[in-house]
């Protein structure tokens, strides 16, 4: 089992940048996708973006795609969320997942086991 805990969040203006930083304890990390989802109030959890368990590949959502980049670090047991080019309708908790190990990492969060308790971020215009 692995443990998720998300940091990084905070409050920015609109174009401004934030990291959000996804660290993992319990087991290695390396063999673990992560994937990144957000979710605004009143509506449901979305995919934001993905990267595979060796990191060689990442995926992203349409309305981030350009501005936020996924990495991960191994040796570090943490996987990043770098968003810049930050919108007011980036606002919203963001959690960070593992599927099993392994597992490629998807865009539905039901394909996930593994859960960090959330950042809020908040992008002011």
């Known amino acids: 089992q692995v443990q998720l805990v998300e940091s990084g969040g905070g409050l920015v203006q609109a174009g401004g940048s934030l990291r959000l930083s996804c660290a993992a304890s319990g087991r290695t990390f390396s063999s673990y996708a992560v994937g990144w989802f957000r979710q605004a109030p009143g509506k449901e959890r979305e995919f934001v973006g993905a990267?595979?368990?060796?990191?060689?590949?990442?995926y992203y959502a349409d309305s981030v795609k350009g501005r936020f980049t996924i990495s991960k670090d191994n040796p570090k047991n943490t996987v990043y969320l770098e968003m810049n080019s930050l919108k007011p309708e980036d606002t919203a908790v963001y959690y960070c997942?593992?599927?099993?190990?392994?597992?490629?990492?998807?865009?539905?969060?039901?394909?996930?086991?593994?859960w960090g308790q959330g950042t809020q971020v908040t992008v002011s215009s």
């Open positions: 990267i595979s368990w060796k990191g060689g590949s990442t």
């Open positions: 997942a593992a599927p099993y190990p392994y597992a490629p990492p998807g865009a539905n969060p039901v394909e996930y086991t593994y």
